[in-house]
């Protein structure tokens, strides 16, 4: 979703109807923060100096009714000055145009220029960021917009806290080190600065919105020409939030769909919040019974909530009754709510309406929605949902509990495979049932990719055929219409051992960075949230494999790097919720080495390679072979105990 302003001085409106306050700090005394005074240029530019050729006109917008313009030719600027109130370190974006080369878009501090980036020749709007620029208080950023041969326009400048956490990645293979650059800056540039007073209600019907609010700890997620954050896209974002430092983010986004997900709403999450997470976005939501709903994305918000809980050991995840409850309802109450069209026997199957996505649809796959009630997307996030229950209710130390939900979840994979999915396989799998129990097989889009992303096919042949299946539908015509699709694609690939394949999708996502959005008033491909968050974290859970368990101290590995990448290392990896970092490296498939960077504690690590091997050695230490399946797969492995600042090297040979 796009950010058409930061700021209004307008007049509130009607706002949308609106959940509680989330926390304690969303009623704390405002500090004071560092502010753009008229970021959309809405109100002539308040505090910007232009020469002649340059200033605010109407026309090219990219939000709102007006822009910044600088003519073509040399000479032409516009300049803003403001003072840090408080030391910090920000990034720095704008959307700009610029129908010539030569152009700039310039960063100053205390009249020294920190950065200058020199424009394309790109007619259409683009987002450029200047990042972690340093402030001290009192000191006086500068912004500034150069002319060039032709005309500049920009608009919707936005100030983000830069990153918390800055993991780096190295490798032989310099395009993996650019992604991860490129991806990890764009990922932070998507952050809003908590305390902005913002727009709620954007969209490209109401490009002004309905008034203003102050912003919480949130970050795009969706279209960039829309005030709000959407549970499909945040919860895909999740983990690579994570790792550019984003938990307080994650935990307000999260709490405030739990919020959301009312009796009224039949446990149903809204599908979108402004960004002061209270605030239903108005073009989703018109009244408790008529709003946009989808299936998968209740079961994919306790997935990626226990998710976050894995990766940081934060107690809140499994103490906080908001979130809890939300947990309960969604994998008891709203199922029973919705569990009718279908008789699944002894299991139970969430279905959607058939009739639009504001009536409930049973897919994320909109074009596929109307008439089906159960998709294969919702019943295999249904069972991650599942899976995750039983960890969070092993973090509250109730094992029975988690017990009885990963039987649950162990009686619906055997189900699917045994009924729900028929004997097929490849184009012959069922991937939905109408609401008259139709079965429906053929290409689903994402109620086909979600099925083995998702890990609800038994492993084996009629898997492998499946995963043939998509990637011949995912190149051919009918493949997925969008970029938001295809970043689902590495994580699937991966998930299923195939890393050729995944890493292939990753380059081709990134190699169309700048193409345009199938939506014109998007941008380029590259400025959908969704792109830059995933390829985060597809080269740290994908390539390199890091599965965290904060809570219990443990880590495990895998490298699955693609043929011809012969090492690939990532550094300051965020684990827990404090500073402990680790750094892992992968040499090729067989050798491992992992840095506890921490200054106390320890991680129990295990170490992965696949395959039966003859020989493992710990820090050059024969040992006993061990092997495990897992998925399928059958591992030999390794568990040392790698304490504080101590590096542990794990190596199979045959």
Known sequence: ??????????????????????SATASAAPRPQLTIPDPGFENGGTGWTFTSGAGVGT?????GERFLYLDAGAGKSAQLTIVAPRNGSYDFSAWIGSAGTGGTYTIRRNDETVQTITLPQHPGYARYTISDVALKTGDRLQIEFGSGSAWVNADDLMISPAAPADPKVTSSDPEVVAMFDWAQKKANSWVQLPGTVGPINVDEYQTGGTGTAAYEPTYWAGYANRSAYYSRDMTHQLAGAHLIGLDAENETMLRSYARSATAEHKYFPVWSLN????????IDYKSPDNFVREVPATFELVEKAAQAYLWTGDRRYVDDPVLWDFYRHATEQFIDLHNSAKDNGRVKVAEGTGQGIFQGAASYNEQDGDGLAEAGDGIASEYQAYLAMAVLARGRGDTALARTYDKRAADLKTYFNDDWSGTGSGADMVRAYTTSGTPVTGWGKENSVFMPMK????????????????Q????????????????????????NNRPDTAWQWMKKIYGERETQHVNSSQGPDGDYPEVSFTLVSQTVQGLMGITPDAPNHKVTTQSQLPTGMKWLQAADVPIGTGTGTVTVRHDGATRTTLTNNSRKGSYSWEARFPGVHKKIKVNGVPQHVRTKVVNGVTYTYATPTVRAGATAVVQVTD
């Open 455 to 470: 890990q609800i096919i038994d492993p084996g042949p009629r898997n492998d055929a499946y995963l043939d299946y998509i």
């Open 472 to 495: 011949a539908q995912e190149l051919g015509p009918d493949g997925s219409p969008n970029i938001e699709s295809t970043t689902y694609l590495p994580d699937m690939f991966f998930k």
């Open 275 to 282: 960004f002061d997470a209270k605030t239903y976005l108005s």
């Open 1 to 22: 979703m796009k950010p058409s302003r930061l700021m209004l001085l307008t007049a509130v409106a009607l706002l949308a109807p609106m959940a509680p306050a989330l």
């Open 59 to 63: 026309g090219n917008k990219h939000g």
